[in-house]
């Protein structure tokens, strides 16, 4: 699976958008974007997955550039309880389908 | 809503000692999975069990671990002896087999051997 690189820490005000980057340079073709992200104290908790498309759910957005080679997730309000590790993560599925997490993104959002 | 269920939340163990974590995955999730996660990095694979199979213990220290799930529903992760750098935090997760679909994380089982 293709290595991801992520910022160890962001800083994002209550009622504002997150963005979170992820570099995925050495993506290739049938690997999807993950992100996870884990509150403190809890077990990772499953955001979005997109292979090519923009993705949005409930819970966020995901923009993937038309080189795959980067992509960021966004959270469109977020609040307090979106203070946590945010871990970006890329996957080829099938039979390999397993989450190998790096060090992730400390988010915190101040009021 | 179905969650994975780990239990103990917490345990303290004395070098040398054994201890076994449980996990009861989410109901018709075939795939389960251990995850090691030490202070301040991301979660660790140790081992991948499709039903009642082994698919990926390759980052399982065997000389001390060891993982079952018998009946291919819930499954026990065992250290024997424990050690000071197993302090820790044990994670199960399961999901769906096959194909891209999310995983559903346990609370975790915190482990301090001292």
């Known amino acids: 699976d293709a290595k991801t690189t992520q910022p160890p820490s962001m800083d994002c005000a209550e009622g504002r958008a997150a963005n979170l980057p992820c570099n995925h340079s050495t993506i290739s073709g049938n690997e999807y974007v993950y992100w996870y992200r884990q509150i403190h104290s809890q077990g990772p908790q499953y955001i979005i997955h997109?292979?090519?498309n923009n993705e949005t759910n409930e819970m966020a957005s995901l923009i993937i550039t038309e080189d795959r080679k980067s992509s960021t997730l966004i959270l469109p309000h977020a609040t307090l309880r979106d203070t946590a590790v945010y871990y970006c993560?890329?996957?080829?599925?099938?039979?390999?389908?397993?989450?190998?997490f790096g060090k992730g993104t400390l988010l915190t959002v101040n009021p | 809503e179905a969650e994975v269920a780990q239990s103990p939340r917490y345990k303290i163990t004395e070098k040398s000692q054994a201890v076994a974590f449980w996990c009861d995955p989410i109901s018709g999730h075939a795939t389960l999975y251990w995850y090691r996660q030490i202070l301040g990095q991301g979660p660790e694979l140790l081992v991948q069990f499709q039903d009642e199979s082994v698919v990926d213990d390759s980052q399982l220290p065997k000389d001390r671990f060891s993982a079952e799930r018998l009946k291919g529903v819930d499954s026990t992760l065992k250290i024997q002896p424990a050690e000071l750098g197993d302090s820790a935090m044990y994670l199960c997760?399961?999901?769906?087999?096959?194909?891209?679909?999310?995983?559903?994380f346990g609370q975790g089982t915190r482990l301090t051997v001292v």
């Open positions: 993560i890329v996957n080829s599925g099938g039979s390999n389908y397993k989450l190998t």
């Open positions: 997109g292979l090519k």
């Open positions: 997760a399961s999901s769906f087999p096959g194909g891209h679909t999310e995983a559903f």
